[in-house]
Nanobody
C-alpha cells in the first residue's frame, strides 16, 4: 500500500508560479512510476505529467509543455510539480498518483492522493 499526500497548492495570479509536492509513504513505495492528474468540477480528470522511478524519464501533456516540470527526490520519497506561467485554465484540483511499476509505459494508477487545489486568477 502507498499513501500519497500533496501540498503546495494555493491561489496565484496569471503568470505566476507554484510548486506542488507529493510525499509518498508505505512499504511498497520503491522508485515507482509517479505522476500528476488534475480535475475541474464536471470534467474528467486529465493526466498532466508522469516520471519513471529513476527520475530520468518524464512525460508531459501538450498543454503544459514548457511550463510545468515534474521531478522527484527518491531519498525523500517526494515528487514535485513545478508550475510556471500559470493560466486561469490551469485552475483545478491536482492529484498525485503512483503506479505499481517503476516505468510509466502502461500505468494503471492504483494509488491517488487527496488532492491540492490550485487557483489561478486573471
Amino acid at each position: 500500500q502507498v499513501q500519497l499526500v500533496e501540498s503546495g497548492g494555493g491561489s496565484v495570479q496569471a503568470g505566476g508560479s507554484l510548486r506542488l509536492s507529493c510525499a509518498a509513504s508505505g512499504d511498497t513505495y520503491n522508485r515507482k512510476c509517479m505522476g500528476w492528474f488534475r480535475q475541474v468540477p464536471a470534467k474528467e480528470r486529465e493526466w498532466v505529467e508522469s516520471v519513471h522511478g529513476g527520475g530520468y524519464v518524464a512525460y508531459y501533456a501538450d498543454f503544459v509543455k514548457g511550463r510545468f516540470t515534474i521531478s522527484r527526490d527518491n531519498a525523500k520519497n517526494t515528487v514535485y510539480l513545478q508550475m510556471t506561467s500559470l493560466k486561469p485554465e490551469d485552475t483545478a484540483m491536482y492529484y498525485c498518483v503512483a503506479d505499481l511499476e517503476t516505468t510509466c509505459y502502461s500505468p494503471s494508477w492504483p494509488y491517488w492522493g487527496q488532492g491540492t487545489q490550485v487557483t489561478v486568477s486573471s
